[in-house]
């Protein structure tokens, strides 16, 4: 019988749900796997976390060196989050010769090349399926089952508590302030949103899954990213009227001109696969050269469905001699040979509050023409006023650079008196 | 660099597909995996295909002792179809000591054990991951990311003709016979379509499937088997009213009291993740444990699609060492440990033709009582008459067991005069 023993840095939800699923799930593996996987070491400052879920005293480690001295330990899972100290304690462990796991986001996304580096040097494993959408089997699945194609694109909705937050507003009609608040009482956003709700979690996740996708790096920085905090309930209301749906998307796309990488709101359309991902669940959907397209769909966050990817990683980095690392140039920086684009393409949802005057559409798609931009939805309905008197104009424009719209919101503000945009929503053509 | 040749048995859809992605891909193959992977022989008898795709007539083999003596060839992959020869071959190439990649759902559910056998005793890689779900990356999923689960139920919609023609029957409200003729002439399904519609192909694959997900052998011969034929367009007309679409169904669940397996046509409520899945699209819906639900979605087959999964395997078999097989005692028959449930609970929707009197309804509903049914829903329109002057009665009965339906149905005949259940179709709860 094959013994490996792992160490687990942080009991947090999700390092507490990996214990669970280890310590339950023990006896099943060594029947199916032939492998003995035991816990041999934890480390949690908060030691009443490790005694609550069980873990003997003299396993709880008091520092790093404890574990990457201790010969019982192979594999060592970090699932505190955050780059330091998690960053020195990987560094640390990889360095001793243990293989790692990680569900680590942020980390892997700013320093994975520098991982990558020390885990090549010594042989050892680093894994991180856990990084990207919970228990969703991706990265594995862009590793070894796509990996015969070009990927032209991948498009996400990768992050959990965004969604659930849109998905409440849609459907009870609610202020995004409002929504916000009770998803943090039911514990569903944290106290300090920000990661979530401005996009950065969903762009650490983006710049893991694009790289991969294809084949190059592409770091975080180069990533365009908008939050949900200036979503109103009113726009999810029009464009439900239109057949929409917003999500939080991650996009990315790989072309002849360049690649395009940005995570923003966006108006979907119902009928597409992406648009009935709803609450915490999140979804992938992947464009390839050969399959087509392929979506992969569950549980994005939560202590079990993380756990059940590091899990994952866990027995096969114990049932696998053989290590594996990037295929592309794992470096800080993006390739000087790739070009980004960052003034992309995307059919644009515009509100606009308009004087009830005659001929103001008339003067707003004259403004829009002068920028190319040609419209393809239009609802005004003029029984329903504001109290300044204002109507409502929504317009659905064909695909269109975004320099485009920028300078014709401009310009309307400029030389149409008493109409200005209020809202701007990319739609997902 | 690693320089790998692969034989391409049969040069139909699939191979050709597959020979296609590795030859256009080759250098991409190179930059991204470091590995030069060439075709270096093929075997198909109408050589006129060979030689349309462009493969050298040097490179057409004519029998399958050329390929296994060639030293050329590392990776041979079946795409034949069909049990013999291709067992022959496969056995041939294995005791040859090449690694095999194989798309042939009825030859690995069949003699998966045999082959398995053979490829363990020479040392090569035996990959199915074609087998299942064309593109979709669901064999790896089980295997390498969601093995530290304890997977409950698999359901799957894993047949595309099958679909095509469900799908078009629901949105064109035309017959099964009308449907299929037309899927015939476009080459959706094929002229003798027995291998689809009566559920043998996805219960070949819910075979391979369920075996992974419940770490036990589950036979074909186990897998309780209905197809298509008998669905008519007025019953999918009744379940579109009741919230219902219909979709063929492979389901698998693993539980306390044993293991249920079942191919058959079954109504899904409309908000099921599973509904929306038309077309020839395919997805399979995977409960675990810690994972909680999981869809993986896409095209269930065709040249590229399956030729993905193909070369998925080829790149994998060619850049790693290490071969895995299975994490069951893969035999022929299932253990005598394994206990199949073939009573098993469902909701039931019935269609019934009754007499247009006073009384009928509820003469029925005591019938079904009397064998412990209780009725969820119920639709009957007395304006809706046939030539007979007979009116549609529809039910959808709570969970129950298979059995007591088939009773209360024959009692039905029995003790009602003129009134006769004339549609019996699973309902997923």
Redesign the interface.
Known sequence: MKKVGVAILGLGVVGG?TYK?LTE?RD??I???GVDITVESVLELRKDRALALGVEESRIASNISEICSNPEVDIVIEVMGGVEPAKSYVLAALNAGKSVVTSNKELYCKYGYELEQAAKHNHVGLFF?ATCVG???VI??LL???????ITSIIGIINGTTNYILTKMTDDGKSYAEVLKEAQSLGYAEADPTSDVEGYDAAYKLSILSSICF?KKIPFADIYREGITNISEDDIAYGKKLGYVIKLLAIGKDAEKGVEVRVHPSFVRATH?LA?VSDSYNAVYIT????????????GA?A??T???I??D???CA????H?YS??PNTEKAASSTKFITNFESAYYLRLLAADRAGELSKVTSVLGRYGISVAKVVQDIDEKNRNGEVNLILVTHSTKESNVKKAVAAIGKDISDTRVVSVIRVLV
């Open positions: 749900g699923i799930h099943k593996y029947k199916t796997h399926e228990g969703v089997p594995r699945a070894d089952n796509l990996q015969g194609n070009k084949n696969p009935s390839g050269d050969c399959v087509e397209d392929v979506m992969l769909y569950g549980r939560g079990l469905p756990g059940s990817a899990v994952g866990v027995i096969y049932t696998h001699t053989q594996r295929t592309f």
